[in-house]
């Protein structure tokens, strides 16, 4: 991971550069960003320049030692500390899991990340025991790198345990960089925060995310912009999308708003049934294309035309639909869209959540003619 390999973020990028070639590295940082974003791929590129023997002006130089190894993410100064499940209690224990998962996708989201250890209804968690052995680790002498790096993501994770790592971030020993990585500064431990020096890191851009899926995965230009509106700045949400087809997404999310239109609840009760079959992550996905589909129609209605993110196939049923959605629905249609991924994403029955969500949805969708 070099900085050229990430999208953007061009303020950012200059700015960390200036604090390696300034010497003005702060010892304690937070790289906050929503999900999706570059925070952690800008940490790994960050650390990676900050220990590289041959910098160039704008980039680590990708071939020396430090940088091999760092992009291998074998250094023995560069320690990774993340959510885990139980029976584990450190990261250390999961390390395999985490490179393979880092190295295939560093936008990973933490629900990807408990997905892909398998966590089924486990809770993440950073552990006593792991705060205990990052002050263990960080109090040794480095192995090789002129900064012994421990980069934490998703401290949100962290319980009250996590205060004993406040003398360490108020005085870490000497050419030790402590990153910590986040989503949210208002889920995190307020005696933490307040010792971070903050680099905030936006969403990606609809071009930028469009970029990277042609550039990074072949993918062809009009599916990548169709990818990018739906991905809403979120490049995990836009890797996810790369093998799935919109128009099955549209076909389907049709053939449920026809149904929770008609009187068929033997219809309706059918389709639940194989739409709940269709996995989480899927799930999650149609209903937020869902939740981008009640946002066009709305704008369709009120005649937003240059917002409209929609392609011409979509356009026609937008404009029937926006008969449908209106300033009396659009706001709990949304509310009860969006906390139902929550609940999918922690483990709720999807067949109960998708009928709640007919039955919601069959009481507020009501026929309001155009205003003119
Ligand atoms: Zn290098």
């Known amino acids: 991971m070099q900085f050229k390999d990430i999208p953007g973020n061009d303020k950012i990028k200059q700015h960390l550069l200036q604090t390696v070639t300034g010497q003005r590295i702060s010892h304690a940082q937070l790289f906050l960003g929503p999900e999706g974003s570059a925070n952690l791929a800008l940490a790994w590129a960050y650390v990676k320049f900050v220990n ?35 029976p584990h209690k450190q990261s250390k224990e999961l390390l395999g899991e985490w490179k393979e998962a880092l ?24 552990t006593a025991e792991e705060s205990r052995d ?3 680790r960080l109090g040794l002498k480095s192995f090789e790198a002129e900064y012994k790096m421990q980069l934490m993501w998703m401290p949100e994770y962290l319980g009250n345990e996590g205060n004993m790592l406040l003398k360490l971030l108020e005085e870490p ?12 500064s208002e889920k995190m431990l307020p005696t933490i925060l307040s010792r971070l020096q903050m680099i905030k890191i936006n969403r990606f851009s609809d071009d930028e995310v469009k970029q990277f ?29 790369i093998d799935e087809d919109e128009q099955d997404l549209l076909e389907q999310f049709k053939k449920w708003m026809n149904l929770c239109l008609g009187k068929s609840a033997k219809d309706l009760v059918d389709w639940i049934d ?17 939740l981008h ?26 404009t029937k639909f926006s008969l449908f959605i ?10 009860e869209l969006t906390s139902s991924i929550g609940y999918i994403e922690r483990n709720a029955n999807p067949k109960i959540i998708l009928m709640n969500l007919s039955l919601f949805l069959k009481r507020s969708l009501i026929k309001l003619e155009p205003m003119v």
């Open 173 to 184: 020993p000497e050419k030790t960089l402590i990153i910590l990585i986040a989503n949210d």
């Open 213 to 241: 899926l042609t550039a990074k995965y072949n993918v062809e230009k009009n599916r990548a912009a169709t990818i990018a509106k739906l991905a809403e700045g979120n490049l995990n949400e836009a890797i996810f999308h």
């Open 326 to 335: 209106h300033e009396q629905n659009l706001e709990s249609i949304n509310q």
């Open 134 to 136: 990052i002050i263990r």
């Open 52 to 86: 590289c023997t041959n910098k160039k002006i704008d980039d680590s130089c990708n071939s020396c030692p430090s940088c091999i190894k760092i992009s291998k993410l074998i250094h023995p100064d560069l320690h990774f500390t993340f959510p885990t499940i139980s």
């Open 103 to 126: 190295l295939e996708n560093p936008y990973l989201s933490v629900y990807s990340w408990l997905q892909y250890i398998k966590a089924e209804n486990k809770q993440g968690n950073i």
């Open 293 to 318: 589909m009640m946002r066009e129609a709305f704008m369709k209605r009120h005649q937003i035309n240059e917002l409209l993110r929609v392609d011409n196939t979509e356009a026609e049923f937008v």
């Open 274 to 290: 194989e739409a709940g079959g269709m996995g989480r992550e899927n799930l999650k996905n149609f209903l937020r294309y869902g």
